[in-house]
């Protein structure tokens, strides 16, 4: 009886401390996550740095200052101390996110979020994520310094990692089960290739290929320009390219523009909204006489926030700005002498060719009148709780076949994907040259050798330089090259060339006195060299622009305002129309809505009931408009806001403004007047659950967590206007992810605000301490030390020693 | 009711001690040691390391978190879910920490039973 009792209190509390010890579904392992010595609530605290650190990894001392926002500003003796430095630094505050990042890109979440990750990590994989990394890695650890310099930040994350008790791991590893593995250089290449795919990885080459085997070449054309009437490009229409003399253009194939193949499903795509503004305007143009530039890059509203601010400085350089957790050095920012910023360059960079094998072993393919060898990959996906998947993924020379008939596409064909991403670079080096550059011609030789994702590069110097060079290596294409599936046994519709680096397109010192870029039209239709994108953006460049036109001269105060500008262009340009559409549909339960509309100024303000009257009434209209091209069984694009508001303005009796589940034959005011019915159903809806149509309280603006936007550590209904299309780009998930403004006066004054916080940990105050701020429009003046002296600004200091 | 609070002391002391150095799971040894030694009656062998250690994990949980405004314990409470609510959170701690000493202190008991 004593024996029986024994073991069965025993053998109870075994398994109980065995249960607890382990995460169920996604439940955390209790025992461990509860505990005040192990679990969250030793995540509960707020940085306080401390006064001395002893690090083995460092030559000599390093002096660390915080400001009141938990910025570091670092100050090394030496360059490898300063990487070192700031790989320790950015750990300590942001070690989860970097891990994160580099398994999202290299197709390993399934490893610490289970089999609901499968699919996405296949992606990864099939997109050649690791491949790209790897062929960066290779290049750049080529270059001594640069490979000296990876090593110093890799090792610095490492030291800071091996200093670490499990009870001291981010809260996630805690909440996931799991631990921080080693970093190494190639992760930083991951890094990079995170950004690349989120900014270079978008195509439409099957929806249009889909289109086009649809609706024909007419309807195409109609529909997806290349150019548009309205563009503003971003080198301006006056420059005349008649210097290039006349240019090499490869040639192409016949029926290159056919339609050789039909998907179903495709790839998750990036958001079409990643993009940017930047501007810049010379001491002429300035009302202090200081050059000024401003940048603010819009991505997902992200916590932990994907910049780190951070000061980097070393006897032969001294630069602040935004950093990206993973990635040496400032990525937008400014030095004693110069800023600079980047917005996307976007162009068709991602090709698609169907190749065909010479038999069901898939071991050759046909390329020209030979047969090619086919490199095979099997990719192991650990999964958390469950048993590894393998896949294989099979290479060609082109790159790897993505789709094929154990991936989505049409479950059939092979289609191989040719993409910048996969080619080696040192893009990592020309934000090093950024960091050290003093003037125009060290920017430019920064830029020159950057590859991928394309970037629109402005810069401003205190020798009253301002410019901008769209720079990205690209392909010199035919006519239509890669904007439908190509055929790959073809060797004529390969990427022939690529366009010589100087005839990139860039402009400096122009007479109007600014440079400017928001993801528009690189240039105009004179440029001698293939430019497409589906995405070009159509509305923030004209009102930018318009604005810097307007006057003279203009102030700190006139960026600020213009990054905060809420105007909505897109409601301008079409809502006059819709109004005298819907006049006659509108009745007593509607007349409200009509007249706040008719009576709304077109700026997306917080308060702007109008405003979410406007965006729900388009959304409605833009469904129905497009209704054939959302129930096909094809994957197909929606033509963009652009060309569906020119579409009803010049051709409104178009077919496709027929509702299909319709009897009648509508034509674009029938279709209005059906979505303005709509619309004032869905808001008297809305009104029933008694919240507020303020467009901000409509619109509920959130920053999620990395995690599938984990509620408990996500910011919700933040009180800010803006929408996508507008200078002010903030959506609901979406948005200036960083706003910068720098004066090139004597003494550099800068000034940033960000939607997150400098710390990783949703335990810290730091956490989140800038969204109100940034939601605002107000901005934190960026304390950008000459020296190691702290000033009054610093509030705390370590001293790192060898 | 002078031993109980002997163990209760014993307890949280071995506690406090063990947990630097071994898991969260250290509360286990550290009631199994006190009943080993110290000997409870009846149903106070579970409610009493329930207490303590109870006590003990909510407190300590209560004054990390206090010094931080309870911001991280206010997210994990919804996350949880437990509607927010921190005082449910410590609570929630103090339960579980108290359940695995009673659950120590039982195994302890029953194999001082065993070996005497």
Same mark, same amino acid.
């Given at each position: ?64 200052? $915080? ?15 300063? $990487? ?22 290299? &197709? ?5 979020? &289970?089999?609901?990750?499968?699919? $996405? ?34 090792? &610095? ?9 499990? *009870?001291?791991?981010?809260?996630? $590893? ?26 270079? &990885? ?34 301006? #229409? ?21 339609? @050789? ?112 060898? @086919?490199? *095979? =990959? ?88 301002? +410019? ?43 007479? #109007? ?85 008719? %009576? ?29 091209? #959302?129930? %096909? ?11 569906? @508001? ?38 008297? +809806? ?117 | ?25 250290? =509360? ?56 927010? %609510? ?31």
């Amino acid at each position: 009886m004593k024996l029986i009792k024994f073991i069965f209190s025993a053998a109870l509390t075994l398994f109980l401390v065995y249960a607890a010890n382990r995460g169920w579904g996604t439940l955390p392992a209790l025992g461990n996550f509860m505990s005040p010595q192990t679990g969250f609530w030793q995540n509960d605290q707020s940085e306080s740095p401390e006064t001395t650190m002893q690090l083995d990894g460092l030559r000599s001392e390093v002096t660390v200052h $915080y400001d009141s926002e938990l910025i570091p500003h670092i100050f090394a003796q030496n360059d490898e101390d300063l $990487y070192y430095t700031q790989g320790y630094i950015t750990a300590m505050h942001r070690l989860w996110q970097m891990e994160f990042q580099t398994y999202a890109a290299a &197709g390993r979440l399934s490893e610490i979020i &289970g089999e609901k990750a499968i699919e $996405y990590d296949r992606g990864q994989r099939r997109k050649g994520m690791v491949f790209g990394a790897q062929n960066a890695i290779n290049e750049m650890l080529k270059d001594p310094l640069l490979s000296e310099r990876l090593y110093a930040y890799s090792n &610095g994350v490492n030291d800071y990692i091996a200093s670490l008790t499990p *009870e001291q791991y981010p809260v996630e $590893y805690k909440l996931l089960g799991y631990a921080p593995e080693t970093w190494q250089p190639e992760k930083s290449a991951l890094l990079l290739m995170y950004m690349t795919d989120m900014l270079a &990885g978008r195509d439409e080459d099957l929806e249009n290929t889909n289109f086009l085997s649809l609706f024909g070449r007419e309807t195409f054309d109609l529909l997806f320009p290349d150019f548009i009437a309205d563009q503003d490009p971003v080198i301006p #229409r006056e420059r005349d390219w008649s210097d290039f003399g006349k240019v090499e253009r490869p040639e192409g194939p016949e029926g290159v523009s056919k339609a @050789i193949v039909q998907t179903h499903e495709v790839l998750e795509k990036p958001d079409p909204d990643n993009g940017s503004n930047n501007w810049a305007v010379n001491g002429e143009h300035s009302e202090s006489g200081n050059p000024l530039l401003a940048n603010d890059p819009h991505l997902g509203l992200n916590l932990p926030s994907i910049w780190y601010v951070m000061q980097l400085s070393a006897p032969d350089h001294n630069v602040m700005g935004a950093t990206l957790p993973g990635a040496l050095g400032v990525i937008i920012g400014f030095n004693d002498r110069i800023a600079w910023g980047v917005t996307n360059a976007t162009r068709d960079v991602k090709d698609w060719y169907r190749i065909e094998f010479e038999d069901e072993s898939k071991k050759r393919y046909r390329y020209g009148d030979q047969w090619r060898d @086919i490199r *095979e =990959v099997v990719e192991t996906i650990k999964v958390k709780g469950a048993s590894p998947v393998l896949d294989t993924v099979r290479y060609t020379h082109y790159g790897p076949i993505t789709y094929d008939e154990t991936f989505k596409g049409n479950g059939r064909e092979n289609l191989a994907m040719k993409w910048i991403g996969h080619l080696p670079n040192s893009n990592q080096n020309t934000f090093l040259g950024l960091n050290r550059a003093k003037n125009y011609e060290e920017y430019v030789a920064a830029v020159s050798t950057y590859t991928a994702p394309a970037q629109n590069f402005i810069f401003a110097s205190k020798d009253n330089d301002i +410019a901008l060079w769209i720079q990205g290596k690209i392909a010199n294409k035919f006519n239509e090259q890669g904007k439908f599936v190509m055929d790959g046994t073809n060797p004529q519709n390969e990427w022939q060339s690529f366009i010589p680096q100087e005839h990139n397109p860039h402009v400096r010192n122009p007479e #109007r006195g600014f440079v400017s870029s928001a993801n528009q039209h690189p240039t105009d239709e004179n440029y001698p060299y293939y430019v497409y994108d589906p995405t070009y953006e159509t509305y923030r460049n004209r009102v930018i622009n318009d604005y810097f036109r307007s006057k003279e001269k203009f102030s700190v105060k006139d960026f600020k305002d213009l990054h905060n500008n809420n105007y909505n262009l897109k409601a301008a340009e079409i809502l006059p129309a819709f109004l005298s559409m819907i006049e006659s549909e509108v009745n007593n339960s509607s007349e409200a809505y009509y007249s706040t509309l008719s %009576s709304w100024d077109y700026y997306n303000h917080t308060d702007a009931i109008g405003a979410s009257i406007f965006e729900v009434v388009w959304d409605e209209y833009y469904k129905m408009v497009w209704d054939e091209l #959302r129930e %096909s069984e094809l994957a197909l694009q929606l033509p963009d806001s652009y060309q569906t @508001i020119w579409l009803t303005k010049y051709h409104a009796d178009h077919s496709f403004f027929d509702l299909k589940s319709t009897s009648e034959t509508e034509d674009a005011s029938a279709l209005a007047r059906l979505a303005f019915k709509e619309a004032v159903k869905k808001l008297d +809806a809305y009104k029933k659950t008694g919240k507020s149509l303020d467009w901000a309280a409509y619109k509920g603006t959130q920053v999620g967590h990395l995690l599938q936007a984990l509620p408990a550590f996500s910011r919700f209904d933040i009180p800010i206007g803006g929408n996508k299309s507008i200078v002010n780009a903030t959506s609901k998930t979406h948005g200036p992810s960083w706003r910068m403004i720098v004066e090139l006066s004597s003494e550099t004054k800068a000034m940033g605000v960000y939607p997150g916080g400098q710390s990783g940990n949703p335990g810290s105050r730091y956490y989140d301490s800038m969204i109100d701020t940034w939601a605002a429009g107000d901005y934190y003046e960026l304390i950008y030390l000459p020296n190691a002296q702290p000033t009054s600004a610093i509030t705390s200091t370590t001293q790192l020693k060898p | 009711m002078k031993r109980i609070l002997i163990h209760s002391l014993l307890s949280i002391g071995l506690a406090l001690l063990l947990q630097s150095f071994t898991p969260w799971w250290g =509360v286990v040894i550290a009631t199994a040691i006190s009943s080993y030694f110290i000997r409870l009656k009846g149903s106070s062998v579970f409610f009493s390391p329930l207490l303590s250690i109870g006590l003990l994990w909510a407190i300590q949980a209560y004054s990390i978190s206090s010094s931080n405004d309870f911001i991280l314990a206010e997210k994990i409470a919804v996350l949880l879910p437990l509607n927010g %609510s921190v005082g449910a959170l410590i609570a929630v701690t103090g339960l579980i920490g108290g359940i695995f000493g009673g659950l120590g202190s039982l195994s302890g008991r029953s194999l001082k039973v065993l070996v005497s």
